[in-house]
């Protein structure tokens, strides 16, 4: 009995091994167009998730509390610039030369 769990044991590793190195590798072409498939099917549900993500920013800025805050950070980074050295003049160009604090995906 030991003798035949043993050869049964023996016959499926080797059937896996031995299927395991018979399969091809792609080519990377094939590999290019499994990959433009699944960009291809991911796209739909990406495009749905930035507009999710543009509306709910939108939601958010659009608030008056936002723009206070938003107010409120420009200030105290012009008034931390000045405090450090910077220039009235040096301190402007760079507050309006960055963008705000968002949670988008890009910089400016």
Do not use: C, W
Request: proline share 6%.
């Amino acid at each position: 009995m030991k003798k035949l769990l043993v050869f049964t044991l023996f016959f499926v590793l080797v059937s896996v091994v031995d299927a395991q190195e018979k399969r091809p590798q792609p080519s990377p072409e094939e590999i290019r167009q499994q990959m433009e498939v699944a960009f291809g099917a991911m796209a739909p549900m990406m495009g749905k998730m930035m507009e999710a993500m543009i509306e709910a920013q939108l939601a958010v800025i659009s608030k008056p509390d936002s723009a206070e805050k938003m107010a409120q950070y420009v200030k105290n980074f012009y008034e931390a610039l000045i405090k450090h050295g910077f220039s009235k003049e040096e301190a402007f160009k760079i507050v309006t030369s960055i963008s705000l604090p968002s949670a988008s995906l890009s910089t400016k």
